[in-house]
């Protein structure tokens, strides 16, 4: 498995419990951690990225089910569970992918856009209401229903090396709304830690 260097480790971790994340989750960059014990906080880690995120009041987050397809923070309703989620509700999940230091938000949304339009004619795709991070706004779009027939919020947000992706999907347009505010919490939830992640193989 991928791990951080000791005092790298601990330098995120105590930037991280001052941001508000107590314990870590695993980094899309193949390291494996802990799901948080105490409360839903993180440390989301791997190439070009550490980042901090918290769980909405009311939501699990599952830092496994995903694994497979290099997601490695996953919410769903507590109470719930994924698959009662992802077949009658919503389920929201945080993916971090490599760009290219002079790629904008802007060409990477339309990017999105256009790869959700030709895997499906028939979705709707538009701006959604942006998202303060502090003194940040974070744009959004809205796929109505976009892949796999659902209803999804994604927020992008960029760093030096990565892209940042927030995504709430929905089986409906109601179930999106009624837990959108939800996932405008945990996109304000974020905090990047740095670009400068030091991996080793053990």
């Known amino acids: 498995m991928k791990i951080l260097k000791v005092g790298t480790l601990l330098l995120l971790l105590a930037t991280a419990m001052q941001a508000g994340a107590q314990a870590t989750a695993p980094g899309s960059g193949g390291g494996k951690g802990t799901k948080p014990k105490n409360d839903n906080c993180g440390l989301l880690y791997g190439k070009d990225h550490a980042l901090t ?95 796999f027939d659902r209803y999804e919020e994604v927020a ?16 409906s347009a109601e179930a999106l709304n009624k837990d959108y505010p939800d996932f405008v919490r945990l996109v304000q939830s974020y905090k990047f830690l740095g670009s400068n992640v030091t991996i080793q193989q053990k």
């Open 53 to 147: 995120f918290c769980a909405p009041k009311g939501w699990t987050l599952d830092n496994g089910i995903m694994n497979d397809q290099g997601i490695y923070a996953v919410f769903y309703p507590s109470g719930s569970n994924w698959q009662k989620a992802k077949d009658s509700g919503t389920f929201m999940y945080i993916n971090v992918v490599g760009k290219s230091t002079d790629a904008t938000i802007a060409k990477l949304m339309a990017d999105d856009a256009s790869s959700v339009k030709s895997s499906e004619p028939a979705a709707v795709i538009k701006q959604g209401e942006p998202i303060k991070i502090g003194d940040h706004t974070v744009p959004t779009l809205q796929f109505a229903p976009g892949g």
């Open 156 to 171: 992008y947000v960029g760093e030096g090396k990565v892209l940042v992706m927030f995504v709430a999907s929905s089986k």
